[in-house]
Every structure is written in C-alpha cells, then in structure tokens.
C-alpha cells in the first residue's frame, strides 16, 4: 500500500511537471505542482528505510528535520495555489508573500530547535521522543500549530470552492475539505500532547494511537478527494476510448467499399510532421477520419442512391449500397451533381454515426 501511494505521488508530479511546461506562468498550476513535489520528497523520508539511509548520509535525525521543513512546504504551497486562484490576483500575491515569510520564520524555529540538541533526540517517532527537553517539545509545537493553521485555512476555501463546482468536483472537494479538516484536527491534539508532555505528564496510548489513525485516515480522505475528479474523468475517457474503438471496427465493411470506389477520398497523411502522424494513429483521430471518408463515399454515390429505408432488412440496404456503387462505375464521364442522402431529421453526429453503422453491418452480414 505505501509503495503504490508513493508510486501514484509521482505518477501526480511528473504529470503536472509536463502541465507547468505548457503553462509556465500558471501560478495556481506552479503552486500545485510545488506542493506535490515537496510531498514527495517528504514520504521517503517517513518511512523508516527511507529515514535511516538520510540519517546515514547527513546525520542522525537529520531525516525528522528534514520532512518536517517539506511538510511546512508543502501546506504552504497548497495555501498559494487558493490565494493565487482567488478573483483579486494582487491580493493573493501579497496575502502568498506574508505567507512565504511566515512559513520561513516557522522553518527557521524548528531548525534552530534541532541544530542545538543532541542529534539522537531526533531519532526515535513522535510517540518516544522526550518532550521534556523544550528544543523537542518547540520543534514538534512550532510545526504542529502551523500545519494546524495551515490545514484549516485550506479546508475552510477547499468548502467555498466545493459549494461553487459541479459534480465530479464538488464531491472530490468535499472529502478533500474534510481530510485536511480532520489533520487540521489531529495536529491540534497532538499539540495538546506535546504541551502535556513538556510539562511532565503522560498521555494514554489508546489516545496516541487514535491520534495515529486519525492522521492516516485523514490523509486517505486527503488523497481521495483531490484524485477523484480525475479519475472519473479518466473512466469517462477510457469509456469513449472504447466506444470510438468499437465503432472504428464496425464501420470497416462499409469504410472499405468507399475507400476502393472512391480511393481519393482518403485522408492524406504522408505530409504531415512526424508528431501530427502519430498523433493520427490515435484511435479518436482514425474514428473521426473514418466517419468523414464514410460520409464522403456515400456523398459521391448519392446520385445513384434513392431514398434509403433504414427499416429494410440488412440484405436489401446492403445489395442497394453495392447496386448503386457498380451504377457509379458505370456511370459516364461526365458526373452527376451528388444530392443529400434521405436521412431522418432529427439530424447529429450521434444519428449519423448509427445510421452508418447499420449500413456496415447490413455489408457485413452479407459478405
């Protein structure tokens, strides 16, 4: 399960990484994209091979200082993509620079608090450190109340957009408000630990560990808020993916007829730049080419064609296609102005589409 959040962390940030190269200078996009960076970085960090192998390199509890700078980052980011969003730009933009210093102020509090111990404080989890020592009890304090603060912020503007959008993304907002919510909540009782601890008291585990859990299940509310939308939006796209798909093969029998007939009506390909080629080599893009060369044939025969029944049985459109088709070859040199097909009238892509596609399988039931 960790390996596989980790692994969708990055699948996100490379995907919004090529986002930020088509729009540099997308603030809200830049924020996003830094927030899942630090994101990240920061879940490594929190694993305990992860931890172990930075505290090898740059020192014993180097690892907890580290994430925790990443963490405050990281809700920070996510705080600028709200402000730089926001109607007044230049509001938001002087609201994210007091931010900015706020966040650096709280960063620095929290180094100074681990440079002037004893590494090995830092070593064990937050459940063992000793928080007697006031450097432990201020770095978990100081970060704690920011993620706090940071948190509920976001969850309060996260609701406000949620009451403006639509579904899929109203619903995706909601959870997400209520994840960071519920963190907004497990930081705020894990300062009340800590300040309890600092003074020499003890807490009960059952609380610890609910605490724990609180923070893992908000975090799952988190992660599923802000991908659902997406992936709804991918499972509608994989839907049309397969239906273009479908189509692009029912239609072969009669592409096939019009291509042989009328060879020209073939869109041309060879001159187009190596990326537009491979673009046309998608399945949307050969669906829609179909369609159109499909379109175009039975345009070019239509001179020959009476009013097609499409109620006639498969054998009598099919043979009537063919007919008209070898009454088209026949046909002299001088062409015959093409008239509109006797189409219902009720007229979309949508009808078009099964109207061709009957004609498809009337051929291919009768190959």
Same mark, same amino acid.
């Given at each position: 399960?960790?390996?596989?959040?980790?692994?969708?962390?990055?699948?996100?940030?490379?995907? =919004?990484?090529?986002?930020?190269? =088509? +729009?540099?200078?997308? =603030?809200?996009?830049?924020?996003?994209?830094?927030?899942?960076?630090? *994101?990240?970085?920061?879940?490594?960090? *929190?694993?305990? &091979?992860?931890?172990?192998?930075?505290?090898?390199? +740059? &020192?014993?509890?180097?690892?907890?200082?580290?994430?925790?700078?990443?963490?405050?980052?990281?809700? @920070?980011?996510?705080?600028?993509?709200?402000?730089?969003?926001? +109607?007044? #730009?230049?509001? !938001?933009?002087?609201?994210?620079?007091? #931010?900015?210093?706020?966040?650096?102020?709280?960063?620095?509090? $929290?180094? /100074? *608090?681990?440079?002037?111990?004893?590494? #090995?404080?830092?070593?064990?989890?937050?459940?063992?450190?000793?928080?007697? $020592?006031?450097?432990?009890?201020?770095?978990?304090?100081?970060? /704690?109340? @920011?993620?706090? @603060?940071?948190?509920?912020?976001?969850?309060?503007?996260?609701?406000?957009?949620?009451?403006?959008?639509? =579904?899929?993304?109203?619903?995706?907002?909601?959870? +997400?408000?209520?994840?960071?919510?519920?963190?907004?909540? *497990?930081?705020?009782?894990?300062?009340? $630990?800590?300040?309890?601890?600092?003074?020499?008291?003890?807490?009960?585990?059952?609380?610890?560990?609910?605490?724990?859990?609180?923070?893992?299940?908000?975090?799952?509310?988190?992660?599923? !808020?802000?991908? @659902?939308? !997406?992936? %709804?939006?991918?499972?509608?796209?994989? %839907?049309?993916?397969?239906?273009?798909?479908?189509?692009?093969?029912?239609?072969?029998?009669?592409?096939?007829?019009?291509?042989?007939?009328?060879?020209?009506?073939?869109?041309?390909?060879?001159?187009?730049?190596?990326?537009?080629?491979?673009?046309? %080599?998608?399945?949307?893009?050969?669906?829609?080419?179909?369609?159109?060369?499909?379109?175009?044939?039975?345009?070019?025969?239509?001179?020959?064609?009476?009013?097609? &029944?499409?109620?006639?049985?498969?054998?009598?459109?099919?043979?009537?296609?063919?007919?008209?088709?070898?009454?088209?070859? %026949?046909?002299?040199?001088?062409?015959?102005?093409?008239?509109?097909?006797?189409?219902?009238?009720?007229?979309?892509? #949508?009808?078009?589409?099964?109207?061709?596609?009957?004609?498809?399988?009337?051929?291919?039931?009768?190959?």
């Amino acid at each position: 399960m960790t390996l596989v959040f980790l692994l969708g962390l990055v699948a996100a940030v490379v995907w =919004k990484l090529y986002q930020l190269t =088509k +729009a540099p200078r997308d =603030k809200p996009l830049r924020s996003v994209t830094l927030c899942l960076v630090c *994101a990240a970085l920061s879940y490594p960090l *929190a694993m305990p &091979g992860g931890a172990s192998g930075f505290d090898t390199v +740059a &020192g014993h509890g180097a690892a907890k200082l580290a994430q925790n700078v990443l963490l405050l980052a990281t809700v @920070y980011f996510l705080m600028c993509f709200y402000l730089y969003s926001a +109607a007044d #730009e230049r509001v !938001g933009r002087r609201r994210a620079r007091r #931010e900015g210093v706020l966040v650096v102020l709280v960063a620095a509090v $929290i180094i /100074g *608090a681990a440079v002037t111990v004893p590494h #090995e404080v830092f070593v064990g989890s937050f459940a063992t450190t000793d928080m007697t $020592i006031p450097q432990a009890a201020v770095f978990y304090l100081v970060a /704690g109340v @920011y993620l706090m @603060y940071a948190l509920a912020t976001a969850a309060r503007w996260t609701r406000r957009y949620a009451r403006m959008s639509a =579904k899929p993304h109203s619903t995706g907002l909601w959870v +997400a408000g209520a994840g960071m919510s519920a963190m907004a909540v *497990a930081c705020a009782v894990r300062a009340v $630990i800590v300040a309890t601890r600092w003074n020499g008291g003890s807490v009960p585990g059952p609380l610890m560990s609910a605490v724990a859990l609180l923070l893992v299940v908000s975090i799952l509310l988190f992660v599923f !808020g802000i991908t @659902y939308p !997406g992936v %709804r939006t991918r499972i509608s796209s994989y %839907r049309l993916w397969l239906q273009h798909r479908r189509a692009h093969r029912q239609l072969e029998p009669l592409w096939t007829l019009m291509v042989e007939t009328f060879p020209h009506l073939v869109l041309p390909t060879g001159s187009l730049s190596w990326r537009a080629r491979w673009r046309a %080599r998608g399945v949307h893009r050969r669906y829609h080419r179909r369609l159109v060369e499909c379109r175009d044939g039975l345009v070019q025969i239509s001179p020959h064609l009476s009013t097609i &029944g499409f109620d006639d049985s498969p054998e009598h459109l099919a043979q009537r296609l063919r007919d008209a088709v070898h009454a088209h070859q %026949r046909a002299s040199a001088e062409p015959t102005p093409p008239r509109p097909l006797a189409f219902p009238r009720q007229r979309s892509r #949508e009808a078009d589409l099964q109207e061709l596609l009957a004609m498809s399988d009337a051929l291919r039931l009768r190959s």
